[in-house]
């Protein structure tokens, strides 16, 4: 089934009323109706049994609804043939579900050949698709089972784009891999979307991959109820109620904070030693630098005094710096906040230039009025701009 | 090709003793397989280098034809009934040494490393955890080897023995099909029967597999 | 002892034992033409049942339960009851040997299909494969290596039991075992029933070889 695009951010699949019972009696999605916009991605999290997975496999038709529509680019998509639309539709899995007997190019070139482009045509756009998820060519040759888990995850992404769908499902995608990898994979994910801007329904279990990837959040209970739709801010500042706020979890705020950039936090000058160069013998912490003017470390006051009968500032034994950029957000300002000897935070720009210091006490500031303007009511409907504004630059940063 | 009753009411003593006989040939010989097939297969799954001989040697043992079997051993013990369950016997050990070789695989290393860890001996680690956690397995390979050997009690009938197959025999000579539809029904029947017992004392004996609620 | 050794070495070494219509070389062809023909027969029959079981789930009880009844029927007496109902040909020797592989066909063919990771089976069908795509392009292909083991297992039973033809008077290698029988003669009964363990032997190892070189790249990936 050819989908053609409703337009960025209008709904591209769309859910009324939709109903599915099992044959044993169980209740897997209860009445839901949830619109999912083009060029977003949408994230169901929810509990095991919350009926999330069921949301997913409906659109592709894996499961048909006991009742109800569903529309994907404004077709009610039981009208189409169940394996055509599937062609049309990425379908990523936990595990992958790569086909072992097939080399990873012949797995990636799996719809192409269903959709009769032939092999040789099928085959190029697949090698193409290896460099996209970053894969080496050599990659292509083998089966999957010689991969790493991360790596036949890449592939199984690399296999549901290989006809270009506009739409994405992905099932518990990062759920088997441990957590360095899956970070990798969730950053690669959101950098193909850039370039991409597919639809994507993402199916998790894990709230923080939610908040890091989601344009929009769909939390389900147990019982296949739909509880609360949101962007990540509006989520965690205003909870529909506590079974949300409870799958939030006690960091719900530093959650929120996660959301707000350091972008329009203050800054003022600091005192600086370039490295090789005579520190003051001063009372405060100094910032040592490159001769470029990027940060190496901070500098105590008991050795800037010492250093001052005949060291140098390199010499010296350094604390450590973690240099923030304004596209970092205020938890990991807060964090560094607290880890500094200085109470310091050390701002760069875009090259690790040396901009200025921002102090704890302004970065705790800043956080208090950000999670205030947060979760003022939701009858501002202002408010939402910012946090919205905030995960775009995250996003593009 | 009509069943005559008359026959089967007239000979009720005569199938009752062959039918007697034969169970007796193949559960002498799962018995036996049983015996011997346990330490071997334990062996075979603590010492490696073991295993593969051992499970190798016994799948090549399965190949050879039954009839085979019993021919090779009457130089050695003759026509006589322990040709047929040496015979049976060798049979049997194929499969309830990979089964039980398996079972013992199956079991799950964590269980093993906890029942170590609270400091259980080998032996008993063996006897208490790994061999009743493998029980499933083994009795399945029980049920196989004994349907197994029921069906081939017969094929010694080539060697004057065969228990309910001495009815094919006396069938075939005397072109009368009654007897040996009788054998044939007797014969799927106990070994019916027999699996059927064996799945009653394995639910008894293994009552954690059981399904919740049943 | 030694004696019926060395007897059983010269009837097995003779040149003369193993030429003309009685000699081994041609016993040994008729054993493995009436092998092979049913087992391929088996196969006609047994492979789709298998398959569909497998890939429709259904009637899975039959295809457990059918090894079990496969095992459980003696061969001799289904021999003796087809050949009194139809008198002197092959037939009851290739029902009978049909009857024997058929089960061991569908059970290792229905536990292929079964041993087929869902995970795969769904993302054939997610990235729009048709049902007789996921069958024939994913279902088949994986569940290959065991259907192999069933057929060569089939194969194996049948040339071991193949001996019963003799029985009823055709050839094969069973001539030697039931003519040394009835002759008393107790070498040329060790003589064939050592070719007939010889020969599945010696046939298990090569399929088992083959199936080897045909499946070697394709391990499985460890869950």
């Known amino acids: ?397 | 090709m009509t069943v005559e009753w008359a026959w089967i009411s007239d000979h009720a003593s005569d199938l009752a003793t062959l039918t007697v006989s034969h169970l007796q040939a193949a559960l002498t010989a799962v018995a036996l397989g049983l015996l011997i097939s346990l330490p071997l297969a334990v062996v075979a799954h603590r010492i490696r280098p073991l295993r593969g001989l051992l499970l190798g040697l016994s799948n090549v043992l399965f190949t050879i034809p039954s009839i085979a079997i019993f021919v090779l051993l009457l130089p050695v013990t003759g026509l006589t009934r322990t040709t047929t369950v040496v015979g049976l016997t060798v049979y049997t050990l194929v499969v309830l040494l990979r089964n039980t070789v398996e079972g013992l695989d199956a079991v799950p290393v964590k269980v093993r490393e906890a029942a170590r860890a609270m400091g259980t001996r080998p032996l008993r680690t063996l006897l208490t955890v790994e061999l009743p956690l493998a029980l499933p397995v083994i009795m399945a390979g029980v049920r196989i080897a004994t349907v197994m050997s029921i069906s081939l009690v017969s094929v010694a009938t080539y060697i004057g023995d065969g228990g309910l197959g001495q009815l094919f025999t006396d069938g075939f000579q005397r072109n009368f099909p009654t007897p040996v539809i009788t054998g044939v029904v007797l014969t799927l029947l106990l070994a019916l029967v027999a699996d059927a017992l064996l799945v009653a004392v394995q639910y008894v004996l293994t009552p954690w597999t059981r399904k919740r609620g049943a | 002892m030694y004696e019926l050794f060395s007897d059983l070495g010269s009837w097995l070494t003779s040149g003369e034992q193993w030429a003309g219509p009685d000699g081994i070389a041609h016993r040994l062809a008729e054993h493995l033409q009436y092998s092979l023909i049913a087992t391929l027969v088996a196969a006609v029959i047994a492979l789709p049942v298998g398959l569909l079981i497998g890939h429709t789930g259904r009637g899975a009880f039959l295809a457990i339960n059918l090894s079990s009844f496969g095992r459980a029927l003696p061969t001799v007496g289904l021999v003796v009851l087809v050949f009194l109902a139809s008198g002197l040909s092959m037939t009851p020797v290739y029902v009978a040997l049909v009857a024997l592989a058929v089960p061991a066909i569908v059970t290792n063919t229905y536990a292929g299909m079964t041993a087929v990771d869902a995970d795969v089976k769904d993302a054939a069908r997610g990235q729009g494969m048709r049902a007789h795509q996921v069958l024939f392009q994913v279902e088949l292909p994986l569940a290959l290596p065991l259907i192999m083991t069933g057929l060569r297992l089939a194969l194996i039973q049948v040339v071991a039991t193949a001996t019963i033809a003799a029985y009823v008077s055709f050839g094969g290698l069973g001539r030697y075992v039931f003519d040394g029988l009835a002759q008393r003669d107790l070498v040329q009964v060790l003589g064939g029933a050592v070719l007939v363990a010889v020969i599945a032997v010696v046939l298990d190892l090569v399929l088992a070889g083959l199936q080897r070189a045909l499946f070697r790249h394709r391990h499985h990936a460890a869950h």
């Open chain 1, 1 to 397: 089934m050819t989908i053609y695009s409703p337009g960025k951010g209008w709904p591209m699949i769309k859910f009324d009323a939709v109903h599915k019972r099992f044959p044993n009696g169980t209740t897997a999605v209860d009445n839901l109706s949830l619109e999912m916009p083009e060029g977003g991605i949408t994230v169901l999290v929810g509990s095991s049994g919350c009926g999330k997975t069921t949301t997913l496999r409906m659109i592709n038709r894996m499961v048909d609804p006991t009742s109800g529509t569903i529309r994907v680019a404004g077709r009610d998509i039981l009208e189409a043939d169940a394996a055509e639309l599937r062609r049309g539709i990425g379908y990523v899995i936990q595990q992958s579900g790569l086909f072992p007997h097939r080399t990873v190019l012949d797995n990636i070139a799996t719809v192409p050949l269903l959709l009769g482009w032939g092999r040789k045509k099928a085959r190029a756009r697949a090698s193409e698709l290896l460099e996209t998820v970053g894969l080496t060519a050599g990659a292509g040759r083998r089966y999957p089972h010689q991969l790493s888990g991360g790596q036949q995850q890449r592939v199984g992404v690399a296999r549901a784009l290989a006809a270009d769908p506009p739409v994405l499902l992905m099932d518990e995608p990062f759920g088997a891999v441990d957590p360095v990898v899956r970070t990798q994979l969730q950053d690669e994910l959101l950098r193909l979307q850039r370039e991409l801007s597919k639809t994507i329904v993402f199916v998790t279990h894990d709230i923080d991959e939610a908040v890091r990837l989601g344009d929009r959040i769909a939390v389900f209970r147990t019982g296949g109820h739909l509880v609360q739709c949101a962007p990540p801010a509006e989520l965690l500042a205003r909870p529909a109620d506590g079974f949300v706020a409870d799958f939030l979890g006690a960091e719900r705020g530093l959650k929120l904070l996660s959301l707000t950039t350091l972008a329009d936090v203050p800054q003022r000058r600091a005192t600086t030693v370039r490295a090789g160069e005579k520190p003051a013998p001063q009372a405060g912490w100094q910032l040592v630098t490159s001769a470029e003017g990027r940060p190496l470390g901070w500098l105590d006051p008991a050795t800037a005094a010492m250093s001052g009968t005949g060291g140098t500032a390199g010499e010296a034994a350094l604390v450590p710096v973690r240099p923030l950029s304004d596209g970092d957000s205020l938890l990991s300002a807060l964090n560094e906040s607290v880890a500094s000897p200085s109470g310091l935070v050390a701002r760069v720009d875009a090259e690790g230039v040396l901009t200025g210091v921002t102090s704890r006490e302004e970065i705790h500031d800043r956080a208090g009025t950000a999670h205030a303007t947060a979760t003022r009511p939701a009858s501002r409907a202002a408010d939402e701009a910012p946090a919205s504004h905030a995960a775009l630059q995250r996003r593009t940063a």
